[in-house]
């Protein structure tokens, strides 16, 4: 089942985190060990590794530290508190050229990815001068770069049939695949994460439902309406002909038939959006579950029911999926009131 493959999942992030942590300073190793002790989830572990693993690779190039291995310096105070101001802003400024290393590939840093290694190093710093390893504190000269609040945008109901027009035109051998992730992304709302989890047998058309583990390891049902329904039956007919390469009994193939993965899909719907002419509205695989969050609103008005069938633990954070349009309602408002000068 999809318990399986996340708990499978969950475990090479974990080693990788581990292997990535290996390749800095020994002096890191309690700030890691004490990541664990908190529970900071191995996705996050392992992103702050990367981050130390640019800042360090960094502070190795710089002119007090090129004739000394630093990865093996035991003390943080050492090379920490050896860091001026000045390379901490020479640091900071190189962020604007970098690209940012993850499990999935490389790219290059946006201001928000630039905020979290910011955050990252600053945690890190704190952490280092909370426990006594080091004597300056640097962490409150990191200043946060302003983040622009971005449009989201979520799709309406005939731009969602361009998409699955594009998919059926130019999907070629993948089309009904392609067409069944995109219709179940967007008519159920789950993250895709929890997409690519899905196993053959968590489906359960009896009572129009699938078991989906979400964020954390909890297992969940989400139903599908009808349409789905009749979709994911041609799909699965066509699917249990297929014999994975990997195995497992994965409900979504890659051509190189294993489990599909995440990154697979995101370059699918953004080749998809291109075809369909969507390109200005940035789709996302997560723009299908803000329309979906955004639509079960406007129909419903119960922010309490969009959040249960998002999984949001928190009202605010699905406050934040319907704010846009709610603030395109209040502009619409006053520019309507012109009608009557």
Not at 208 to 236: C, H, M, W
């Amino acid at each position: 089942m999809s318990k399986e493959y996340q708990n499978t999942l969950q475990s090479q992030i974990n080693y990788k985190a581990d292997q990535v942590a290996k390749e800095l300073p020994e002096f890191c190793r309690s700030f890691f060990d004490h990541m664990k002790t908190i529970d900071r989830s191995a996705r996050t572990r392992l992103q702050y590794a990367y981050d130390l693993k640019r800042f360090f690779s960094f502070v190795q190039r710089q002119t007090g530290f090129k004739d000394t291995d630093i990865y093996r310096f035991t003390n943080a105070a050492d090379v920490l508190d050896k860091m001026t101001y000045e390379d901490i802003q020479e640091y900071l400024n190189t962020l604007n050229e970098s690209t940012d290393e993850t499990e999935s590939g490389s790219r290059t840093l946006s201001p928000s990815f630039k905020a979290r290694n910011i955050s990252t190093l600053r945690s890190f710093y704190k952490f280092c001068y909370k426990h006594r390893l080091i004597e300056k504190d640097m962490a409150n000269l990191m200043e946060m770069p302003r983040i622009r609040n971005s449009e989201k945008f979520a799709l309406d109901s005939v731009q969602i049939q361009r998409l699955l027009k594009a998919a059926e035109e130019f999907g070629k051998g993948n089309a009904l695949r392609d067409r069944c992730i995109i219709t179940l992304l967007f008519s159920t709302g789950i993250r895709i994460s929890e997409l690519v989890g899905i196993d053959l047998e968590d489906i359960d058309y009896y009572n129009a439902s699938i078991v989906i583990t979400r964020k954390g390891g909890d297992q969940d049902l989400v139903f599908f309406p009808e349409n789905v329904e009749v979709l994911l039956n041609e799909y699965a007919g066509e699917r249990k002909k297929l014999i994975p390469a990997d195995g497992s009994g994965a409900l979504f193939l890659s051509n190189k038939k294993k489990r599909i993965s995440v990154r697979a899909i995101q370059e699918m719907i953004s080749k998809y959006a291109g075809l369909a002419g969507l390109s200005n509205m940035h789709v996302t695989p997560h723009t299908a579950r803000r329309s979906f969050g955004t639509f079960l609103y406007e129909e419903s008005g119960d922010i309490d029911m969009v959040a249960d069938a998002l999984n949001h633990k928190s009202i605010q954070t699905t406050r934040r999926y319907i704010k846009s349009r709610e603030g395109n309602k209040r502009k619409a408002q006053k520019l309507a009131s012109g009608l009557f000068k």
